[in-house]
């Protein structure tokens, strides 16, 4: 018989033996099927999950222990950041604290010093200045300067140089301010050379020499036409000349005598020339001018600026004023202004 004709073997069921009861090796529900699917669904939710558009492009695999760590980093780098912030805010707050204490110590150290005079800021009354108690208390005390309508009220002193008094008090302690001071080369008590050199601190906090800058308004140098500086031995009543400003390398002023005093003339009508404000006719007045006060200071309105304001006495402002009204003015010879100040005192 032709084996495609011989009879299949059965089991006892009577299902062919060849093939397992209720199954199907290509049925939708065959194990390998269906396990291949699952694998190929989790490959394709993986690969959706990875390709998921986000603002930043496709988002990354979630993985759970790489996603905790992160988060981790991100804690630790926030916390960080967090520390950084804190501790620099503190540092500001301790250095704001630290400059405050320095300018409360300085007003201090004024306090004390101002009660060694009786000042008025009544016109023509001079400051009346216990000179055995300033000289206790410091010996190079040379000098009162006062300035009515303002705070400028010290006492000046004089060291071997010009850094001492800087940003050392009357009592040899470190202060932010230091004292007014005469510059270590004009002949004390000062008012002696044809110009007297005298620094002050432009605070911050409005102290010491801070008012000087509010001279290059008209209206403010108007309102104060006297200064007095006052000497063991003398007191002189001036009036404020004019103001000017320059810079820290301005080596001319620092000159303290002329060869001859129409030099000295004509080194004035240059500054009134250049000068921010002046007193009304002052280019009347400087031929009768023997001596100036000249006050300096810092000027934050440019890089190592200074603000200047000369003043002469009284007595002599009104013999230049004399000898205009009797046409003895001459007419003086212009100079170049350099423009450049000494680095002594900001």
């Known amino acids: 018989m032709p084996k495609h004709l011989a009879p299949k073997k059965t089991s006892a069921s009577g299902t062919p033996a060849s093939i397992p009861s209720g199954k199907s ?11 291949a699917r699952n694998d190929e669904g989790a490959r394709r939710l993986r690969e959706a999950r990875r390709m998921t558009p986000t603002p930043y492009g496709p988002s990354p695999t979630l993985d759970p222990v790489r996603e905790r760590r992160r988060r981790r980093i991100r ?5 960080s950041l967090v520390g950084v912030a804190i501790v620099l805010v503190a540092t500001a707050v301790g250095l704001l604290a630290d400059a405050w204490a320095k300018y409360q110590d300085q007003d201090a150290v004024n306090a004390q010093l101002a009660a060694y005079a009786e000042v008025s800021d009544a016109q023509g009354e001079a400051p009346q ?3 055995e108690a300033l000289k206790a208390v410091n010996p190079d005390v040379c000098a009162w300067l006062q300035i009515p309508g303002t705070s ?3 006492p000046v002193y004089q060291g071997d140089d010009n850094e001492h008094y800087l940003n050392t008090t009357a009592y040899g302690e470190y202060g932010v301010g230091g004292q007014v001071f005469l510059d270590c080369e004009n002949a004390n008590p000062g008012l002696v050379d044809e110009q007297t050199l005298v620094y002050g601190h432009h605070l911050q906090n409005g102290g010491m020499f801070a008012p000087l800058a509010s001279f290059d308004d008209q209206a403010t140098f108007d309102e104060h036409p006297t200064v007095w500086y ?9 009036a404020p000349i004019l103001c000017y400003r ?3 390398a301005d080596e001319d002023v620092r000159i303290f005598n002329w060869p001859t005093r129409e030099e000295f003339h004509a080194y ?17 007045v400087i031929p009768g001018i023997n001596h100036v006060l000249t006050l300096s200071t810092c000027s934050y309105e440019e890089d190592n600026g200074r603000t200047l304001l000369v003043c002469a006495p009284k007595s002599e402002v009104a013999a ?12 003086l010879p212009e100079v170049p202004f350099n423009q450049a100040i000494p680095e002594e005192v900001g």
Do not use: C, H, Y
């Open 246 to 248: 320059t810079t820290g």
């Open 268 to 284: 004035l009508k240059n500054l009134l020339a250049n000068s921010k404000t002046n007193m009304e006719d002052a280019a009347k």
């Open 25 to 35: 090796l290509r049925g939708a529900n065959a194990p390998g099927a269906q396990g």
């Open 75 to 79: 804690r630790v780098v926030g916390f």
């Open 152 to 154: 400028i009220n010290f």
């Open 129 to 131: 200045v216990d000179w």
């Open 230 to 238: 006052v000497t063991e031995g003398q007191t002189f009543e001036l």
């Open 320 to 331: 230049g004023i004399a000898q205009a009204i009797d046409g003895n003015v001459s007419t």
